[in-house]
């Protein structure tokens, strides 16, 4: 059964970069894809953006000019950066593995535990 | 942009049906998945691709997709199934993956 563990700093100070960490068990990360979803306090889930093998990503709109989504093969892990943070990243941050069907059907059927992230000074 | 409408709450008593709406334009174009989220936890998938269940997932939970709205139906509604619903789906564009505004559904 796959396992997901995302991992990275509590606490951010404003305009700095966010760098998050998902750690893969019992899975090979080169045969799935992979993606980051956000909750911030009290609110609705919001879609990151998905990483497909190769290189290939698609964003969040609203956050495309700030974010990236990478693979580690080595490490066995993706991660997450979001540049210029502000409070409004303050979240809880999920990692998933993706499945479905090229080229929009993707969802994520196994997610991570969620880490909480701080965004103040 | 593209958005995903759904109440905000529904309640239902133990052992009846409990229906969440998810509204959009062009939903039968695309696939709607559906997520069960518990109090302090992550979310888990309970429908996906309209009206499949994941392994796991009790018989009760069915979905369905028609016109501009999909639907989760909960049949024979259990204390355990209390929690946020959120549907998720995708625009004609593939620009935009959007979940719907959560519904906080009670069982009492």
């Known amino acids: 059964q796959v396992q997901l563990r995302e991992s990275g700093p509590g606490l951010v100070e404003p305009s700095e970069t966010l760098s998050l960490t998902c750690s893969v068990s019992?899975?090979?990360?080169?045969?799935?894809?992979w993606g980051w979803i956000r909750q911030a306090p009290g609110k609705g889930l919001e879609w990151i953006g998905n990483?497909?093998?190769?290189?290939?990503?698609s964003y969040n709109p609203s956050l495309r000019s700030r974010v990236t989504i990478s693979v580690d093969p080595s490490q066995l892990a993706f991660s997450l950066r979001l540049k210029s943070v502000t409070a409004a990243d303050t979240g809880t941050y999920y990692c998933?593995?993706?499945?479905?069907?090229?080229?929009?059907?993707?969802?994520?059927?196994?997610w991570g535990i969620g880490t909480t992230v701080n965004v103040f000074s | 942009s593209f958005e995903l409408t759904q109440p905000p709450s529904v309640s239902v008593s133990p052992g009846q049906t409990a229906r969440i709406t998810c509204s959009g334009d062009?939903?039968?174009?695309?696939?709607v998945h559906w997520y069960h989220q518990k109090s302090g936890q992550a979310p888990a998938l309970v429908i996906y691709e309209d009206n499949k269940r994941p392994s796991g997932i009790p018989q009760r939970f069915s979905g369905s997709n028609s016109g501009t709205t999909a639907t989760l139906t909960i049949s024979g509604a259990q204390v355990e199934d209390e929690g946020d619903y959120y549907c998720?789906?995708?625009?004609?564009?593939?620009?935009?993956?959007?979940f719907g505004g959560g519904t906080t559904v009670t069982v009492l």
């Open positions: 062009a939903l039968p174009k695309k696939y």
């Open positions: 998933g593995r993706l499945r479905g069907s090229a080229p929009f059907n993707f969802y994520m059927d196994v």
């Open positions: 998720y789906s995708t625009d004609t564009t593939g620009n935009y993956r959007v």
């Open positions: 019992y899975a090979a990360i080169t045969s799935y894809y």
């Open positions: 990483l497909y093998y190769a290189g290939s990503t």
